[in-house]
């Protein structure tokens, strides 16, 4: 008689059910490294969230962690059609008298008009030189000795590797007819171009002559304003070296009109950039409550954060005019959130602009500078808080599924066992009870007892 081999074939027992409910119970341990598992990756999530919390933080600290960065300017002028001005945080502060009488130009030369067939030099040492500029080292020689077009000339000018700054361009007229015009990559009379020629090629071979309106004074491409009386002269059009940390913007000429320029300080943007660094307080304080009442309940970062923060508020700067946050306004509240009183900023900003930048920006004293400071030892991706902390998570992590591999497989083979076992048991029971249906069948057959009389 072959053995039973399927469950539950023998006696009728649900052995499948048996041993799946026993393996619920013997499953419990490893739905318990699950759960830490899910446990230790949302906090996991929850490191990822505070570092983008702090990532804003810290960018909101380096706005302010430097001198220059309150010092912004706003500038006007009365016709930006004629000039337009910006302003470092270098920039001198004031109001001038600007008139724009020339602006700056490049200088262009044309030859006379021939035909595109018409060719050039063919003789040996031909040549055309082209110098930019007092710098003789600056100079560009076509080779004329093989006969070229104006375009050959164009394409030798415009393809050198070498070429110091001139451009080259072909206008084709009617029936035939070209010019070409050589034209200085860069303003003023210090880009000027200046020509020469070698073997039979003279001045007269290409009839080249400045197309620029200034009577052959090459003093005339430069830019000539006049600032509050004062006439100058420069060879661009953005003129940044006349007042301190100014760039003069030219746009148009306009002998005899005097356009209005300004510098002065921008207070609506340095009390909104004021803003951002208390809104910058104030969000990381909300977010770690938040943080504190999720994944992250008993993680003692987050009190490290908040304590290191706290501290860094509570150390007054030292070596300026201002030392607390206080003097200019910046105060903190009874629910522990900062406020700015506009006011109170504005006076201080009027009395000591300079103290003011000096109170964020001072090195190791300023608090934006010390805050920026602490939130990159945070930030580290070396040895930072957040990546210590996400590092010992990731480790927890892999022990548990070490283990859970480890339980896994004895579960497996706890449930061949279980299945052996019952399976086995099956068998007995439904072997007792076809014996005992073999036994009853056998008394059932007998005569008798005391029948009859």
Do not use: C
């Not at 380096?62 to 220059?68: A, I, M, N, Q, V």
């Not at 080249?208 to 009386?229: K, M, P, R």
């Not at 009442?293 to 970062?301: H, I, K, P, V, Y």
């Amino acid at each position: 008689m072959p053995s039973i081999s399927v469950a539950g074939v023998g006696s009728g027992l649900d052995v499948q059910s048996i041993v799946a409910q026993l393996m619920e119970i013997e499953r419990i341990p490893l739905q318990r490294l699950q759960q830490k598992q899910n446990q230790l990756e949302a906090q996991i999530s929850a490191y990822g969230q505070l570092k983008n919390t702090l990532s804003v933080f810290q960018d909101a600290m380096e706005k302010l962690s430097t001198p220059d960065a309150l010092k912004v300017f706003a500038t006007s002028t009365t016709n930006e059609n004629i000039a337009t001005i910006t302003a470092s945080s270098t920039a001198d502060l004031g109001n001038f008298g600007l008139e724009v009488v020339r602006l700056a130009e490049q200088h262009k030369m044309t030859s006379a008009e021939v035909l595109d067939t018409d060719t050039f030099g063919g003789g040996a040492g031909d040549s055309i030189s082209i110098q930019v500029g007092a710098d003789a080292a600056n100079t560009i020689t076509v080779d004329l000795s093989t006969a070229s077009t104006l375009t050959d000339i164009r394409d030798a000018i415009n393809d050198d590797v070498n070429n110091p700054g001139v451009q080259a361009t072909i206008i084709n007229g009617d029936n035939g007819k070209q010019k070409l015009i050589l034209t200085s990559t860069q303003t003023g009379s210090a880009n000027a171009l200046t020509l020469s020629y070698g073997g039979g090629v003279t001045a007269a071979t290409l009839g080249l002559q400045t197309f620029n309106n200034i009577n052959g004074d090459t003093s005339l491409l430069d830019a000539e304003i006049n600032i509050d009386g004062y006439n100058i002269t420069r060879s661009s059009n953005n003129i940044s070296d006349v007042i301190a940390g100014v760039t003069i913007n030219l746009k148009a000429a306009a002998p005899g009109a005097i356009v209005n320029i300004g510098i002065e300080r921008d207070l609506e943007t340095v009390e909104a950039s004021v803003q951002g660094f208390v809104d910058a307080f104030n969000s990381l304080r909300a977010s770690i409550k938040d943080y504190r009442n999720g994944q992250l309940e008993a993680d003692s970062s987050l009190l490290s954060i908040e304590r290191q923060v706290m501290a860094v508020l509570n150390t007054p700067a030292a070596g300026g005019v201002y030392s607390v946050l206080s003097e200019i306004g910046l105060s903190m509240q009874k629910d522990g959130n900062m406020t700015l009183n506009s006011a109170d900023l504005s006076t201080a900003l009027q009395n000591d602009f300079d103290a003011v930048a000096q109170l964020f920006s001072a090195d190791a004293q300023g608090f934006a500078n010390r805050l920026k400071a602490l939130s990159d030892t945070w930030l580290d991706t070396t040895d930072g808080l957040l990546k210590t902390r996400t590092d010992g998570l990731e480790a927890r992590i892999d022990t548990l599924e070490d283990r859970q591999v480890s339980v896994e497989r004895n579960l497996a083979s706890v449930e061949a066992r279980l299945l052996a076992r019952f399976t086995a048991l099956d068998a007995l029971v439904g072997q007792l009870q076809g014996t005992g249906q073999f036994l009853t069948s056998q008394l059932a057959s007998l005569p008798k007892a005391n029948s009859g009389g």
